[in-house]
């Protein structure tokens, strides 16, 4: 949830601070703030509650004294409420030491206890001041930033990242991490830390991961890396294959409408390089091994929100493909059953930031089960990928809008490519089957771009319903996770009630909620599907259209039956089953985000969400 930056170096730190929360303003927060040092060791805060303008603003009027090391910060309200008092950073050793939190320290009532008995007041309701009067308090004895962090680190539990600097030590920031996201940017000269790259891509694309209970000290000309217990460690480095521009509007009324203009563009990026020879190549996965590749009795996909739905479409390809029993549960629920799991089972988590916190205690929870893990991830360097045995990245690129759409579509992909991969190896699919699935797959970007044009539509359609207070979608197979999604998308974006139902659920209660005026969109299988899916649908439309519904149809070119039935039909490109729902959400994308604009609603940053969810 909140955007972290750290630099050192020699460069204006408020400059840069503010240039790494703007592109971190995707993650949603409720206040924002800095705290620097000037060359003459003097430390200046500043932070408001409200959006990262206000505080820019503030800073144009009354400028601080800027220095060249500095921490900055956006928080999510969890422990006190959206206050200028709650906002990051906190103080300690009267006033010379700057702290920011991001996660929950769950035990921070008897630290408070403490440390109120032992004399210290406190300037906000937060969680996070603990910390930083606690690290304070170890500063004074050690007279070392980095040793007091390590002293303080370990008596707090839950999930937090920490970023210090102090009066004494100018060209020094500290940072550990336990469940929650950080990450190193190397520079010439400079340093920085960050939530996520973004943080700092304007600056370098060289990067290095910090693992689980692991301090980073980052000055000008150096990066030190040890474990809670002090020991060095030796991180791994990584690029960076995009740039700032890529997290920006470049001309775009909004990064939503970049980013669905960005889903062909996405499928394509998660294929490439994965075929050879007309067939599924995926080492992060073969690299597995061709004995636990065979060994494989379940497939278990855990996710939360559009990532689940990404995932109950790919559990129809890797059941028909792989012949493998998939089930898909949410990460919030999966591990406080106690689920049954075994060395050949294989879980697969998706999760487009790779720090989402319930699945990640869900990925832990499989591995200490000694189930195999696996991930979908867009985010490189991330927590979830480096805590499973494989990771296949999607190559996406950054999603800035909260509410995902082009990282639906690519990990839908993703999927498809480890279904595929799993029946070639199981043998399950011919090579010739598998090529001409693979070459349908490869088609889709092609395909995408053909139902983007139909987004001038879609928006009249939105502005003419700019006052419905209700939306209702349909779906049969690989078509309901595609309601459930388009459904979702109105409620993040809409604030609108919408629900997603299978189909064939109609007659089992939802048809109750079919009043005259009420509309339905309707995922239409295709005609040509040996399976009277087809006919089935058009039943409902014609139940729920028999009793006044306005049938708003997504169906596929040429498909005249469903005509007389619908009030409304958007057509997308020919494709077998498989393949349509990666056509099919594109409208639906592009119908959540307009009427959300046509009600002047902030389509980027809807209210009350967060992009990456990192705490429990």
């Not at 906002?87 to 010379?96: I, R, S």
């Not at 409408?257 to 599924?280: C, M, Y």
Request: net charge negative; proline share 5%.
């Amino acid at each position: 949830m909140c955007g972290i930056v750290g630099y050192v170096g020699t460069r204006s730190s408020v400059e840069v601070l503010l240039g790494g929360l703007k592109r971190l303003e995707y993650r949603g927060y409720d206040s924002a703030g800095v705290a620097v040092i000037d060359d003459h060791g003097h430390l200046d805060t500043r932070k408001h509650a409200g959006k990262l303008g206000i505080l820019s603003d503030d800073l144009v009027a009354t400028p601080l004294t800027d220095g060249q090391t500095g921490i900055g910060h956006t928080r999510w309200a969890t422990h006190g409420g959206p206050t200028d008092e709650n906002a990051h950073p906190h103080l300690g050793d009267e006033g010379k030491l700057a702290l920011i939190h991001n996660g929950i320290i769950e035990n921070f009532s008897e630290l408070k206890a403490e440390l109120l008995a032992g004399g210290h007041t406190f300037a906000s309701q937060t969680d996070s001041e603990v910390a930083a009067l606690l690290v304070g308090d170890a500063f004074r004895e050690s007279g070392d930033l980095t040793t007091a962090m390590l002293s303080v680190v370990n008596r707090l539990e839950g999930a937090f990242t920490l970023l210090a600097v102090h009066s004494d030590q100018p060209n020094v920031v500290v940072g550990a991490r336990r469940n929650s996201p950080l990450v190193i940017g190397l520079g010439e000269g400079e340093n920085f830390l960050g939530s996520d790259v973004a943080a700092f891509v304007e600056y370098t694309h060289h990067a290095m991961e910090i693992g689980q209970d692991q301090l980073v000290t980052i000055r000008p000309d150096s990066v030190e890396v040890v474990d809670f217990e002090g020991t060095p460690v030796s991180p791994k480095t990584f690029e960076v294959n995009w740039d700032a521009s890529a997290a920006e509007k470049g001309g775009w009324s909004s990064f939503m409408a970049k980013e669905i203009s960005e889903e062909p563009e996405a499928v394509a990026k998660t294929i490439i390089g994965r075929v050879h020879d007309g067939l599924v190549d995926l080492p992060e996965v073969t690299a597995l091994g061709a004995d636990v590749l065979s060994s494989i009795d379940r497939v278990l996909i855990i996710a939360c929100g559009t990532a689940a739905y990404a995932g109950m479409v790919g559990k129809y390809a890797i059941e028909q493909w792989a012949r493998i029993p998939v089930d898909v549960e949410l990460a919030h629920e999966f591990r406080y059953r106690e689920p049954v799991l075994s060395p050949n089972t294989l879980v697969v988590s998706i999760s487009q930031s790779g720090e989402t916190m319930d699945t990640l205690m869900a990925v832990k929870y499989a591995r200490e089960q000694g189930a195999r893990t696996l991930s979908i991830c867009n985010t490189q360097g991330a927590t979830i990928p480096r805590e499973s045995d494989a990771v296949v990245y999607t190559h996406a690129g950054p999603e800035v809008a909260v509410a995902s759409t082009k990282a639906f579509v690519a990990q839908i992909t993703a999927i498809y490519l480890l279904g595929l991969q799993l029946g070639q190896a199981r043998g399950t699919l011919s090579p010739e089957r598998a090529r001409g699935l693979v070459a349908e797959l490869q088609s889709v970007p092609e395909k995408l771009s053909t139902v983007l044009a139909t987004g001038e539509r879609i928006k009249e359609l939105a502005h003419w319903m700019a006052d419905t207070r209700s939306v209702l979608f349909l779906g049969r197979h690989v078509g309901y996770p595609v309601a459930l999604e388009g459904a979702l998308k109105l409620k993040e974006l809409a604030y609108i009630h919408a629900e997603g139902f299978a189909a064939g659920e109609l007659k089992h209660g939802p048809i109750a909620l079919i009043e005259p005026g009420q509309v339905v969109f309707v995922i239409v299988p295709s005609p040509r599907d040996p399976s009277s899916l087809h006919a089935k649908v058009v039943s409902n439309i014609q139940e729920i259209r028999a009793r006044g519904a306005r049938v708003i149809a997504i169906a596929e070119e040429g498909d005249v039956a469903v005509l007389p039935h619908a009030d409304e039909v958007i057509r997308i490109p020919l494709a077998s089953p498989f393949f349509e729902p990666l056509l099919a959400v594109v409208p639906l994308h592009i119908f959540g985000m307009e009427l959300a604009a046509a009600k002047g609603l902030d389509v980027d940053q809807p209210r009350n969400l967060a992009k990456s969810v990192t705490v429990e």
